[in-house]
């Protein structure tokens, strides 16, 4: 025994003292470390690549060093398989990786051809026939820097992509966005358990999506909907290499396995700790295109905290504060705007984002009081909110639809006018709450719900005593719930009397048109109705918006909504329209999409000017 | 001896089904489910099916147990992760563990290299300036949080003198026995404010605690008895007394293995570190049961092995110990 207790105790020491000298062994060496962290490493790899591609395939002379771009992921990216992809993250990622049928352009945010050169749409605006051009390549990145071609990328793969999203074996959470197509609902509600194999193939080639030949796709829809080439750019439909995810299962997007086709490919995911995008020399659009940029390695790792990103950004480890990781935390936007250098570089982009309040309208005292509702909206001062509080430059709202997105009406001053104009809005206020039989609030007993966050806590802390000055009898409780239980919480089946009377959400782009907000959100139908904002007229136009071909007519129907949904009813009370903060070094000129969906390809790094940069810290 | 351990073993056995079994079992009584919503939205009723059907979260609760434990006890499979598409509970664990070893004993280390020696001297010397110097810096090591420290950290040494990298964890796989990297200059640059970090915190309990147990047990009979016989006073301190002393030290040294060795949230995320300490907090807000559960269990296995080994320790620290 005693023998045994001998050699537990010399293997423990051994471990602890090994520990202990490679411990100690770090603290002399330690000065001279940072002038070789990462990058030059990275360089000394990927350079190999660089004579690959040189050799295989590019034409154009190489250039004389790798140009790196050093950002960060926020969170470890939930998957880079477009067709299963939900978050900022994963989508930021497949944008780099693989290619839509159509795109967005960065300034004017119109659908502009992609893999899609131009679409036909038939007369009655139910079928729409992309034509495609031949020459995006599928392409895989071994370990060993080599570039593998498997083949052209074809309508089929479209075809393939759009029926595994509706699939429901995929468990496709964004399939619902292209229930559109006809016949996609009814297969992707179907219960596979309880229909036999020629049922559900049966359901499968019913859906509303076909390869005419190689390079032209055809779908139709189940209604006309002017909005589709705007949904024809999201990750859901985007082609996908059938091959490979037929060969290799769920574990298809590992590095090594995974084949893309947009401008960057994959060269490392070592998850949770960073992966590596990677030029993919044979992407048509880097010689095709003018505006294309010098961007060859984009190292992402993963950094969970804000703060952290921040002081990586000040000592010169990273060129950006953005998507797909933070921008600059709140607590430090004080000292940003007053630093003369770290001023320079920070910049305010607009963000296709609205926060807003919704009002639960099946409880009292809101329920059946639209006086109430308008005037509990129109004593928030946004203006000071914005200033004072969340302090991002933001928009103040009064509409639902954020500038950007076809159909919105923020710049519609006749909407809700007494939202952008405080002392016009709390003297209305006064009135109709008096009006609604509660003056000055009295007998009113009010709570107020959010999800658990700083940010949303100080916004509420700051309505709260809004509505205290407006309303002195009033009594305002805040709750919060974490985020999970206070989504469940507002669930429309969820029984009523646990709803807050007032809550706080947000709701951002898919795709850039009114159909995506006013319809998606406030439709009775809709399962983001939180409030239960239900009205048949509302209903009636919006889905009268969807089918209407002529953007002209749309642009009224949605201005009608619109002014229903805000001014009339008070079915949500709009707060302000995001911003996104964001600060680039200044060797990097980059455009920064509204969507979350950067084009990486476009950005520009002077990179004698990042190393003199590094050089100096 | 080895039956004792065999039998200590095989007690825990049942121990970890309760334990598994209640996890599971909590964690779906908490509303809201995995695929619920999606990020700032909720999804359709359909597509919340699809997605649980996929899972098998559609069967009664034993069902689901039963397949989860099957998978353990008969592939060694944790189960699918919930949030990660594609990815398994193994994956997560096997790419996250191995760091937090290597974070976790290094701190831990620390924290014995200077907690003892901190301790004992401030017991030898007691009521000197050594001692309340010693209990000064204890206290403030207590005192301060991590998510203070580690920040301050990173100011001075990675913003204002610019020695050592803001964050990130330098090791580069693969790694010897599975979780020691090589020992190159960037694994440790990177390490060092990390592990300080969280050796100090560490330390100032291990040395107070070592100072009040050395404080008892030199008044003991026995030490008396040793110096009177004449033994060197480094002898009597060293072979004597402070092993006698460390008794208390060696009974949290178990738990606080198990605790620091799985990961410790608030350092990985401050400072950017790929270890498993954030999926315990992370999978509960993201309702990623298999993973909840795996990263439980595997806390729990941690925890049953350090105590056993603390009590084997017990057996060589005070001879009057015994096993049968």
């Known amino acids: 025994m005693l023998t045994h207790n001998r050699i537990w105790t010399i293997l423990t020491c051994g471990v602890i003292v090994s520990l202990l000298l490679t411990a100690c062994a770090a603290a002399p060496e330690v000065v001279q470390v ?67 049928l159509t795109d967005y352009d ?374 919060t719930q974490e985020w999970k239980v206070y989504l469940k ?42 409030g239960r904002f239900l009205n048949e007229d509302f209903d009636k136009l919006v889905e009268e918006a969807a089918k209407e071909q002529d953007p002209a007519k749309r642009l009224e129907l949605y201005n009608q909504a619109e002014k229903l949904l805000v001014d009339q009813e008070m079915g949500m009370c709009p707060i302000y329209y995001y911003t996104r903060v964001t600060m680039d070094k200044p060797y990097l000129t980059r455009i920064v999409s509204p969507i979350s969906m950067d084009h990486v390809w476009k950005w520009k790094i002077d990179w004698e000017a990042k190393k003199a940069a590094k050089g100096i810290r | 001896m080895t039956r004792y351990i065999v039998r200590r073993l095989l007690f825990s056995i049942p121990v970890f089904v309760a334990l598994t079994f209640a996890t599971f079992a909590l964690m779906r009584a908490i509303p809201g489910g995995p695929f619920d919503f999606a990020g700032e939205r909720g999804l359709p009723a359909s597509i919340v099916q699809n997605m649980e059907r996929k899972y098998h979260l559609d069967e009664p609760i034993w069902k689901q147990y039963g397949r989860w434990l099957w998978d353990l006890v008969a592939h060694a499979d944790l189960g699918p992760s919930l949030r990660q598409r594609g990815r398994s509970v193994n994956d997560i664990v096997g790419e996250s563990f191995p760091i937090s070893i290597q974070l976790g004993l290094m701190a831990l280390a620390l924290a014995l290299l200077i907690g003892i020696p901190a301790g004992t001297l401030a017991a030898l010397k007691q009521n000197s300036i050594v001692d309340y110097s010693s209990t000064f810096m204890a206290i403030v090591g207590v005192s301060i949080p991590n998510m203070v420290l580690g920040p301050l950290l990173i100011w001075i040494f990675a ?72 033994l060197g006073e480094w002898i009597v301190i060293i072979r004597h007394a402070l092993k006698n002393s460390l008794i208390p030290v060696v009974t949290i040294l178990g738990p606080m293995f198990a605790a620091i060795v799985t990961g410790t949230f608030v350092v990985e995320q401050i400072f950017g570190i790929p270890g498993m300490g954030k999926h315990f907090v992370t999978s509960i807000g993201n309702r990623d049961y298999p993973l909840i559960v795996g990263v439980t269990l595997i806390y729990a296995v941690l925890l049953v092995i350090a105590n056993l080994m603390v009590d084997m320790t017990y057996a060589w620290l005070d001879p009057r110990v015994r096993y049968q």
């Open chain 1, 106 to 479: 960065d300034d004017t945010l119109e659908v502009v051809p992609e893999l899609a050169t131009r679409w036909d749409i038939s007369e009655d605006g139910t079928v729409y026939t992309f034509h495609m051009r031949d020459d995006a390549v599928w392409v895989r990145l071994h370990p060993d820097g080599t570039i593998e071609e498997l083949g052209p990328v074809t309508a089929h793969d479209v075809e393939y992509s759009a029926k595994r999203t509706l699939n429901p074996l995929t468990a496709s959470p964004y399939a619902y966005v292209i229930y559109e197509i006809k016949g996609a609902e009814e297969f992707n509600t179907c219960d596979p358990k309880a229909l036999s194999d020629e049922e559900f193939q049966a359901l499968e080639d019913g859906v509303g999506v076909k390869a005419l030949d190689d390079y032209t796709v055809q779908f139709t829809l189940n209604h006309a909907a002017s909005y589709f080439p705007s949904i024809a750019s999201l990750w859901v439909v985007r082609p996908v290499p059938q091959a490979v995810i037929e060969q290799y299962g769920e574990r298809w997007t590992e590095p090594g396995l995974i084949a893309t086709n947009g401008p960057y490919m994959v060269k490392e995911w070592a998850h949770q700790d960073h992966a590596v995008f990677v030029k993919n020399p044979k992407w048509y659009g880097w010689t095709e295109f003018p505006e294309a940029g010098n961007v060859e390695i984009i190292n992402l790792p993963i950094v969970t905290e804000a703060s952290t990103t921040m002081a990586m950004y000040e000592a010169g480890e990273i060129d950006y504060l953005g998507d797909p990781g933070w921008g600059p935390p709140l607590p430090d936007m004080d000292r940003i705007r007053a630093d003369p250098l770290l001023s320079k570089e920070f910049y305010i982009a607009p963000r296709l984002c609205t926060y807003y309040y919704g009002f639960s309208q099946q409880n009292p005292p809101f329920k059946d009081n639209v006086l109430l509702r308008k005037a509990f909206c129109a004593a928030i001062d946004r203006q000071t909110l914005i200033d004072t509080v969340t302090k991002g430059e933001q928009r103040p709202a009064h509409t639902f639809a954020c500038p950007g997105i076809f159909g919105n009406a923020a710049d519609d001053e006749t909407i809700a006018p007494y939202l952008l104009d405080y002392e016009e809005g709390l003297k209305l206020a006064k009135e109709w709450v008096a009006e609604a039989g509660y003056p000055e609030g009295e007998g009113l007993d009010i709570v107020l719900m959010h999800n658990v966050s700083e940010a949303h806590a100080i916004i509420a802390q700051a309505i709260q005593a809004m509505w205290k000055e407006a309303f002195p009898k009033v009594k305002v409780t805040i709750e």
């Open chain 2, 159 to 230: 913003l204002g003198l610019n020695w050592l990298p803001v964050s990130l964890w330098g090791a580069e796989r693969p790694f010897l026995l599975g979780f020691l990297p090589k020992p190159t200059l960037k694994f440790f640059s990177h390490a060092v404010l990390p592990v300080f970090t969280l050796g100090t915190g560490l330390s100032a309990s291990i040395a107070r605690l070592t100072r009040a147990s050395l404080l008892q047990v030199i008044r003991e009979d026995y030490i008396r008895t040793a110096r009177a016989k004449g």
């Open chain 1, 34 to 100: 940072e002038k070789e962290v990462p990058v030059e490493r990275v360089v000394v790899q990927t350079v190999e690549i660089e004579k690959e591609k040189v050799v295989v395939v590019t034409p154009t002379p190489a250039p004389v060093k790798e140009i790196i771009l050093d950002g960060i992921f926020g969170t470890e990216p939930p998957t880079f398989d477009p067709n299963i992809s939900e978050d900022t993250t994963s989508v930021w990622s497949v944008e780099q990786i693989f290619l839509g």
């Open chain 1, 489 to 530: 919480t507002l669930a429309p089946e969820s029984p009523d009397e646990d709803k807050p009377n007032v809550f706080r959400i947000g709701w951002c782009a898919d795709y850039l048109d009114s159909n995506n907000w006013l319809n998606m959100v406030f439709n009775s139908k809709s399962h983001e109705n939180w």
